[in-house]
């Protein structure tokens, strides 16, 4: 087919299309009219052409993706019944989140060499716990995402203190040398508000830190967090920005490795109102995740925002991600993106961009020195703004909520959990940073003046 195309129609250069849309503007200027900047500043052209196209080389995955779903520990029987459960269902990851020690034993009854791979977010720092639970689990594969700094960002405060900190994080590589204990859970710039460049910068600074004090040999061995919004092509180039950059810098290491990338839905642009829209911008967000070579997708339940979590909504997040892998063509598709001429000059303006903020963030003592500073938090609040700015008056969309509203709908009576910002009043050495959605402001507006 493509040779009788070929046959049909002559190339023309980039010059000559650009000499036409010229043309037909009819006078009128093809940068004020047709070229579009982004909050990042990139310059979205209305077309890319083989003459200006340079790829990148970037690492990608020989596994397919894996379906992941996140279990909260009320109880370790209630939350293994639950594991058993999602995984005959389909999922083949799962994400323990814990705010305690738990008996390992009795979580993970039944769950071993079943090939699954098991991820933690543990919130809290127990040495002699984490130590246990390596052992048991020393033959699965596992992410164990500690993220001391990660913490400090989230927090504002250590666990204990950056030397008990990092010394118990010493500790836990020296007895597992070729496990993921450590993450970089750089989610939390993008909930904030942060933009793509701007979360890959904080990725590979944040990351830094992790190398500087423990070595290059500890590279493969980082899992990196992101969440993906829902602005589909930049959220791909995104994440193969990212994973160039990693490598680019895993050079002054003399060593290089394929980024292991856990993708989640956003939670910024999620709404409460006209909530049935959120499966749409998780079904596009789990779309970029796949093309942008996630290892693994944990995919955000539609009412994740006002309710607990419940076996409905887990569900319709779980079968979103295996419709995309079984029935949708998704399956080992993150070559699609690898020689798309839009996706390769985005990813390549955003690797641009990223380098440079890490450069500064380096030059100026490095990314806790910046948080300890508060410049990280000054410029993603910044950013912030901006948007919140953009979506209160009508430039940034959602939906349902700033854009065609239905008036009638009451969700006041089906709040389940706090829809505001929730802060900490204790004490903090840093000023945290805080997760916020867009809507929040808007709904707390329409909750309160519900009858």
């Not at 127990?126 to 989230?154: C, H, M, P, R, W």
Request: net charge neutral; aromatic share 10%; charged share 25%.
């Amino acid at each position: 087919m493509s040779t009788l195309i070929n046959q049909d129609f002559e190339p023309s250069s980039a010059a000559s299309w650009k000499q036409k849309i010229q043309f037909d503007l009819k006078g009128a200027d093809y940068n004020e009219t047709l070229l579009t900047k982004t909050n990042e500043g990139i310059t979205i052209k209305p077309f890319y052409h083989l003459d200006d196209f340079e790829k990148l080389v970037i690492p990608t995955s020989k596994e397919d993706f894996k379906i992941c779903q996140k279990i909260t520990i009320t109880s370790e029987d209630a939350a293994n019944k639950i594991a058993l459960d999602i995984i005959n269902k389909g999922a083949n990851a799962l994400k323990f989140i814990a705010e305690k020690p738990f008996e390992t034993q009795k979580l993970l009854s039944n769950l071993l060499t079943k090939n699954i791979e098991f991820h933690f977010q543990l919130n809290f720092l127990d040495q002699n716990f984490i130590l246990e639970l390596t052992q048991l689990l020393k033959n699965e594969s596992v992410f164990y995402n500690v993220d001391i700094i990660g913490n400090l960002a989230k927090s504002g405060n250590w666990y204990s203190s950056l030397k008990e900190d990092f010394e118990t994080v010493e500790i836990l590589l020296k007895n597992n040398t070729s496990k993921f204990i450590l993450s970089v859970h750089s989610n939390l710039y993008q909930n904030a508000g942060a933009n793509n460049i701007q979360q890959v910068a904080y990725a590979l600074a944040h990351a830094n830190e992790y190398l500087n004090k423990f070595g290059g040999e500890i590279a493969p061995f980082i899992q990196f967090n992101f969440a993906i919004g829902s602005n589909y092509f930049f959220e791909i180039a995104k994440i193969r920005a990212f994973k160039y950059l990693y490598n680019l810098i895993l050079g002054e290491y003399n060593t290089t490795a394929n980024a292991q990338i856990f993708a989640e839905s956003s939670l910024r642009n999620k709404t409460i109102y006209d909530y049935n829209v959120n499966m749409l911008r998780t079904t596009t967000e789990s779309m970029s995740a796949i093309l942008s070579g996630a290892n693994t997708i944990s995919n955000a339940s539609y009412d994740t925002v006002f309710h607990h979590s419940n076996e409905f909504g887990e569900r319709i997040a779980r079968n979103q991600l295996l419709i995309l892998k079984e029935e949708s063509y998704f399956k080992n598709a993150q070559s699609i993106a690898t020689n798309s001429y839009y996706i390769e000059v985005i990813t390549k303006q955003i690797a641009e961009k990223a380098l440079e903020i890490f450069k500064e963030i380096e030059k100026s003592g490095g990314f806790l020195q910046q948080l300890k500073e508060g410049t990280i938090q000054r410029k993603i609040s910044e950013n912030a703004r901006k948007e919140q700015k953009q979506f209160n008056s009508g430039a940034m969309v959602l939906l349902g909520t700033n854009k065609y509203p239905n008036e009638h709908d009451h969700m006041k009576h089906d709040i389940q959990v706090p829809t505001s910002v929730q802060r900490n009043p204790k004490k903090t050495l840093i000023i945290p940073i805080i997760q916020k959605r867009l809507a929040q402001e808007l709904e707390l507006k329409r909750l309160k003046d519900e009858a």
